[in-house]
């Protein structure tokens, strides 16, 4: 039953904060994604939480126990490493079943346990080479198979489908979700991925700056985002405004966009001053017709600049007086082309008090 609690971690390396205070907790079997750009501290979190990095300061429990006081075969641990994957001088079989064997199992249970744990990755290469004849993505599948196998009850999988061609990262993915949940185990994965972190996991850590920028289950970060990085981080593409608030209504505020625009957005937050707006591609109603919208106020006035198909929806960019905006509409509606004079009708939007490092570098992926 591993749940994992983590207590104000901090890792510096010279200069560099690695990890700067992070605090949270794992439920038992829940299947947890970590997401964040490059250099957040993802794979150092990662790191700590399996005991091979200690922190500067804080601390780091397994069922309630130091990771650190756990001798490191009993941690029950199936990793999958981003840096190193596999061991180099050892055959694909033997990395596969390098647990079973050093646990001691005996020959029928170490070949059940790897042959399974390779059927489980859809791999069928020779496993009597070695590693580095492999390409990455292969190597990745062996070493997910070699997590699998070690009957571990926490999983910890830094990008493990990061190297792996999309549709089958993609089935992987479920397939992993399934695992983990049949079993019972605890799944801790790193990802890049929003795509993927949204589609599997129970709830997503997202990292910025070695810090915990917002935990939640993925519908809870794409209805709810606490700051415009995680809009613009989870649930896709965003177009980004500043404003100013005007007015309120209820409980909505209305606000003015830089060049006039008005917009009512529900705001429990009940902001004032200088704010961000945060419209998502999908929440935007395009039309033609002036008379099919009502109001001045939700209504941008555009031209289409470019169409993109992308199956099962559209991306427009649509040049308007307030800059341009990303609009993503299903394929069953009417197609717009270049050139067309539409009316973009804001169904919903998200507001943000103004942040200090301005709007620019609040968004930025670094
Ligand atoms: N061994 C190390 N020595 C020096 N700096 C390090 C070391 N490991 C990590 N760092 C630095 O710590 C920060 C966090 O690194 P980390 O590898 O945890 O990021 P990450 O979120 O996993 O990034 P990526 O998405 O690129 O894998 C980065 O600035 C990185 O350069
Ligand atoms: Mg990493």
């Known amino acids: 039953m591993p749940n994992v609690v983590i207590v104000n971690v901090k890792k510096r390396y010279g200069d560099i904060v690695a990890l700067d205070g992070v605090s949270l907790e794992i439920r038992d079997r829940e299947y947890v994604c970590i997401i964040g750009p490059s250099g957040s501290g993802k794979s150092t979190l990662l790191k700590v939480i399996a005991g091979i990095i200690k922190p500067d300061e804080g601390k780091v429990f397994i069922d309630g126990v130091p990771v650190d006081k756990i001798p490191i075969e009993n941690r029950r641990l199936g990793l999958v490493l981003q840096d190193i994957l596999l061991f180099p001088h050892m055959t694909l079989w033997d990395n596969t079943t390098y647990s079973p064997v050093v646990r001691g199992l005996n020959y029928n249970l170490v070949r059940e346990k790897g042959l399974t744990a390779l059927s489980l990755v859809e791999i069928d290469i020779p496993l009597e080479i070695l590693p580095n004849e492999l390409s990455r993505g292969a190597q990745q599948k062996i070493a997910l198979a070699r997590a699998l196998a070690a009957d571990a009850k926490l999983l910890l999988l830094d990008e493990p489908l990061g190297s792996i ?4 990262a993609r089935s992987l993915r ?9 079993l019972g185990l605890t799944a801790i994965h790193v990802t890049h991925n929003q795509e993927e972190a949204m589609s599997i996991a129970d709830r997503i850590i997202v990292m910025r700056k070695g810090k915990v920028e917002q935990i939640g289950t993925p519908l809870e970060l794409y209805t ?6 995680v809009c613009r981080f989870i649930g896709g593409e965003a177009n980004f405004f500043e404003g100013k608030v005007i007015g309120r209504n209820g409980k909505s ?6 060049n006039g625009s008005k917009l009512e957005i529900y705001d429990p937050k009940n902001l004032n001053g200088k704010v961000v707006i945060a419209i998502r591609p999908e929440h935007i109603v395009m039309s033609v017709n002036e008379n099919e919208v009502n109001d001045d106020i939700n209504v941008l006035e555009g031209h289409i600049a470019e169409v993109h198909f992308l199956g099962s929806y559209i991306r427009y960019v649509v040049n308007t007086n307030e800059g341009e905006l990303i609009v993503k509409v299903p394929r069953n509606k009417i197609i717009f082309k270049e050139g067309d004079r539409v009316y973009l009708h804001v169904k919903h939007a998200y507001l943000f008090r103004y942040p200090e490092e301005g709007l620019e570098k609040a968004i930025a992926y670094e």
Do not use: C
């Open 165 to 168: 061609d999309a549709r089958t």
């Open 174 to 182: 479920y397939e992993l979700r399934r695992i983990v949940k049949s």
């Open 224 to 229: 709810n985002p606490r700051t415009p990085f």
């Open 253 to 258: 505020t209305i606000v003015a966009l830089s």
